[in-house]
Every structure is written in structure tokens, then in C-alpha cells.
């Protein structure tokens, strides 16, 4: 027997002893008409063409970036002048931002020297003189509640085959940081210590090196049970490895607080693989009429994803229901769902590889329904990496390539591993989970989409 749709049919036949197969089927595009009609024209006569600049797509999905050296984020990123400041996710205001995103703000301005405490920082914010820019905008992608001043170190990362650069935060740490929420003296403390000690410590151990392909790292990492976005210990043990040698040959006076601080922050390479695939998503952008998503990124407020270099679609930002919590925190206490870290899932880390990724099974009930959600990208996405392999699943190529025509088509959304900081208090991370995406933008972007296509 073949069932299709309801389970409940198949397992009155098996009660009976019956052979039995289910078809997972559900109504096309929710049975919306217009969307029906739109995804008609998109996987018909209009297909051709986008599958043709989806395949260039993926072309550039693979190249390899290197991380180069580390620099001073006004110097480097274009629009980012005293004054400005850099957030997570589509554009905002200081008024429309959750507790943890402004606390981040203020702490990042008395980092900055433009005021003396939080609370004169906030009052600066609020005031109008500080200009709010989102990062993606400026080729530039941040973690979690991440907020970037000019004075602040930065990643650079060079496409060469893209021909692109984009750069990233050095990542916070673990306890009381900014990334998270907290704005507390030791959190403006860390930001210091990572401009004046870490930052020109990695810049020379880099420029000793010669750069660091991090998603050939990345790619050993995935072997090794990383996802490369909720667990990357593997990865930046290997990263360690490699660096040592410049490490242990800088001059630097505070080299050895820059390598306590390194060798204890296993999410160190987290933003150097943001930066990279900034660079992969910044070139596929440049290709015209493809359906795959080439930004997505959240700021705790709105959810907002781009094709190609087409306006920002926004969405109300999601709540994370698979998740696991510090003893004492729940659901109720968390904020949504934040950061630029979901650029990972475009290009075949994070969610894309949870089957691969013990640590993932853990926020979702187990091993079976890791490996659901690996397939439901599969199932959403145009292509395969050719970089990311998953051994637990017999050496298969993560998905990669997300399609707003089959998000659309089989109301299947994408899924983000993401940290979870608490939503009022300022006390940084109290979880770590899998949050499913809005469908309203995949949705909204595929009928533009349709629009503009001839």
C-alpha cells in the first residue's frame, strides 16, 4: 500500500500487518493561488534561465577565501567613519532594537571613547548622533548582538576568485561580552583587551603565515563532527595548530594574553568562516536572476533575506523552539532569534550538515531528527558543496544553495544554529538551539522574483 499525506492512515495499516509506504506530500505553495501560479511560471517556462544563473551561483559558492590579516574596521570598511556604527541583520533603528542589541550599542560606544559609561552611551544612541548601519551593507558580517565601531579590529578576507573582500569581528568569547548582551565593565573590558592584545598578535601571526584558507579547515572540521556554527572546537584547534608557529615567534609584548585568550575561545574561527562566506555570497550576489538566497541575517527585531543584490525582505525575527537551556532560563526569558552567523547555512555549514553533527542532536531530540532537518535543507536547496562532506552520513556533500521557489513550493523554511542570550536582564548566553526561518519573505521574495523575471 501507498499512502500519501496523513501518517495516521499508515499506521492504522500497519496495526494490520500491511506493508505500507508513506509519501510525505502537502498542497503546493499552502494552496495560495497566486504563489501557485507564480511558482507555475518559475519552474516552467522562466525555469531555463534561473537554473542557468543558479548553477553560476553555486560556482562561486565554492571558490576559496583567505583570511589575510587583521585591521582596524574604519580603515578598512567603506562607510564606516567616526560616528557609525555596524549591527547585525536588515536595517534599524536605536528605537526598534531589543535590550541585548542596544546594550551591545553602548558598550561598543564607551569602547569607542564617545562616552564614559553605559548610561551616557545610551543617551548618546538615542540622541540621533550615533548613524546605525546594517553590516551586510558594508561587505561586513557580525555574530549574535555584535555591534562594530571604527576603532575595533577586523578580519579581512580576500575572494580571489570571486574578486571580492569582506571582513568580521574577532569573536568575544564566552561569559560577559558584548555579543552577548552584556555591557557590564568586564564586557567593555573584553572588547579592549581583544583591540590592543589579540587583534595585533593575530595580525602578525597572519602576515607570518601568509593568510589561512579557514574553509579548508572548515572542511577538515565538518569530518571531525563540527558544524562550523554551533560547535567549532575542531576548527579552531586546527587554526591554533597552524598559527602556532607564527605565534610563538611574535614579538609582540602581550602575546601571551593573546594566546591565553585564543587557546580558550573555542568559537575563535566562527567569524573568520562569517568572513569567508561573506566574500562566497558577495560574488554570487553579482549574478542576475537566480533564485538562491545570498543574504540572510537577523537583528533580534526582523529577519531579512536578499536575492542577488535585490532590496531586503524582512520578516518578523523568529523565537527558538528547539533549543537547550542553562539550568534556571527558559523560552520565556529568551530573546529571538539574532546575528549575521546565518550566512554559514548559505553556503553548506550550520543546519545544512546537523545529520553530520552529534552536537546538533542533542538541541533536537536525537540523531534521527538531526538528520530530518539536514534533509529538509536538502530538500530546499539547488546544489551541493563541493568543499563540506559528512562522513556519519556515507561521505555525502552538504546541501547548499537555498531556493526561495522550493522554500516557497513546500513551505519547508531553513533552519539556523544560533546561540541564545536572555532578553532583558544583560546577562549574556543562557542557550544554544536550532531556529526555523519565516516564511513570509522566502514567500514575498518569490513572487518579486516572478515579477521581475521575463
Known amino acids: 500500500m501507498i499512502n500519501v499525506g496523513l501518517p495516521l492512515f499508515a499506521d492504522a495499516l500497519r496495526n494490520q500487518h500491511t506493508p505500507v509506504t508513506d509519501v510525505d506530500w502537502r498542497i503546493p505553495a499552502g494552496g495560495d493561488e497566486q504563489l501557485v501560479a507564480a511558482l507555475t511560471r518559475l519552474l516552467g517556462p522562466k525555469a531555463a534561465r534561473i537554473d542557468a544563473a543558479n ?3 553555486l560556482n562561486r559558492l565554492n571558490a576559496s577565501p583567505i583570511v589575510r590579516t587583521v585591521e582596524r574596521a574604519g580603515d578598512v570598511i567603506e562607510g564606516l567613519d567616526e ?15 531589543i535590550d541585548p542589541l542596544r546594550r551591545s550599542a553602548t558598550a561598543a560606544i564607551v569602547s569607542e571613547g564617545w562616552a564614559d559609561d553605559v548610561e551616557a552611551a545610551a543617551m548618546l544612541a538615542s540622541s540621533g548622533e550615533v548613524t546605525f548601519k546594517p553590516a551586510n551593507e558594508h561587505r561586513t558580517v557580525v555574530p549574535m548582538a555584535t555591534i562594530l565601531g571604527p576603532s575595533a579590529p577586523v578580519y579581512v578576507v580576500e575572494n580571489p576568485t570571486g574578486g571580492t573582500t569582506a571582513f568580521s569581528s574577532i569573536n568575544q568569547g564566552a561569559g560577559d561580552a558584548p555579543w552577548f548582551g552584556v555591557n557590564n565593565d568586564a564586557a567593555i573590558e573584553r572588547l579592549n583587551l581583544i583591540r590592543d592584545a589579540v587583534a595585533p598578535v593575530l595580525a602578525h601571526a597572519l602576515a607570518r603565515h601568509g593568510g589561512i584558507d579557514i574553509l579548508s579547515l572548515a572542511a577538515q572540521g565538518v569530518t571531525m563532527a563540527d558544524d562550523v556554527h554551533m560547535r567549532i572546537q575542531a576548527t579552531t584547534n586546527l587554526l591554533l595548530r597552524d598559527l602556532l608557529p607564527a605565534l610563538v615567534r611574535s614579538s609582540h609584548p602581550l602575546t601571551a594574553v593573546a594566546a591565553d585568550f585564543l587557546s580558550g575561545n573555542p568559537l575563535t574561527t566562527l567569524t573568520m568562516a562569517m568572513a569567508a562566506a561573506k566574500t562566497l555570497v558577495d560574488a554570487a550576489a553579482q549574478v542576475e536572476g537566480a533564485s538562491i538566497v545570498t543574504t540572510m541575517a537577523r537583528n533580534g527585531t526582523g529577519f531579512g533575506i536578499k536575492l542577488g543584490n535585490q532590496p531586503w525582505v524582512v520578516s518578523e525575527a523568529q523565537p527558538i523552539k ?12 529568551a530573546a529571538p532569534d539574532i546575528g549575521d552567523s546565518a550566512v554559514l547555512e548559505l553556503i553548506g555549514l550550520g543546519a545544512a550538515v546537523a545529520g553530520n553533527t552529534p552536537a546538533a542532536a542533542t538541541f533536537v531530540g536525537g540523531p534521527a531528527a538531526a538528520l530530518e532537518i539536514t534533509e529538509d535543507m536538502r530538500c530546499i536547496s539547488a546544489g551541493e558543496s563541493e568543499r563540506f562532506r559528512m562522513p556519519y552520513l556515507g561521505d555525502r556533500r552538504a546541501p547548499m544553495g537555498l531556493d526561495v521557489r522550493r522554500i516557497a513550493e513546500l513551505s519547508i523554511t531553513p533552519v539556523i544554529s544560533t546561540g541564545i542570550v536572555h532578553a532583558t536582564d544583560g546577562i549574556g548566553q543562557i542557550g544554544a538551539g536550532l531556529a526555523r526561518a519565516p516564511l513570509a519573505c522566502f514567500v514575498q521574495a518569490t513572487l518579486e522574483l516572478d515579477e521581475r523575471t521575463a
Open 83 to 97: 560616528r557609525s556604527l555596524l549591527h547585525c541583520g536588515p536595517p534599524i533603528t536605536w528605537d526598534d532594537m
Open 322 to 333: 528547539s533549543a537547550l537551556f542553562r539550568p534556571g532560563f527558559g523560552p520565556d526569558v
Open 55 to 57: 548553477a553560476r551561483v
